[in-house]
């Protein structure tokens, strides 16, 4: 990636991480998450999910290592602004997509979207800056 050669339009590699139990754990422990619906199946069904599921720290995280393995060390995300959908459980694909929407001198914002098979998990807006710039 080189944030001078961006341009609105341009669309993202697709990302596709397979979601087990230990990622959705360990997710959320690394996050300080512990609430009991990322971790305890039986909890989780007591509130109504077939599973435990993602936290929203960790959706955050896969977001930023989107962009980031995509930038390189030439950007630097600036704003993430992110809305859940439908959870991640055990045994999901996640689908990271992006495509940049806007362009300044020195930024570009992302659209970043993530879906498993049940449709949109997570909508985000990125903003990045180039560390050359």
Do not use: C
């Not at 989780?44 to 393995?69: C, E, K, Q």
């Not at 995509?70 to 689908?95: M, Y």
């Amino acid at each position: 990636m080189s944030l001078p050669d961006l341009t609105v339009g341009t669309v993202l590699p697709d990302l596709e991480v397979v979601l087990d139990r230990t990622t959705i754990v360990a997710g959320a422990i690394a996050s300080q998450d512990f609430e009991d619906v990322h971790h305890d199946p039986g909890k989780a069904r007591s509130r109504g999910a077939p599973d435990i599921f993602m936290s929203i720290n960790t959706t955050n995280g896969f977001v930023d290592r989107y962009v980031t393995d995509w930038t390189g060390p030439e950007g630097r995300i600036t704003a993430v602004s992110l809305r859940l959908g439908l959870p991640n459980f055990p045994g999901d694909t996640l689908v990271l997509r992006g495509e940049v929407t806007e362009r300044t001198e020195r930024e570009a914002t992302l659209k970043v979207t993530g879906t498993n098979s049940r449709g949109v998990h997570v909508t985000a807006r990125v903003t990045l800056e180039s560390v050359n710039a």
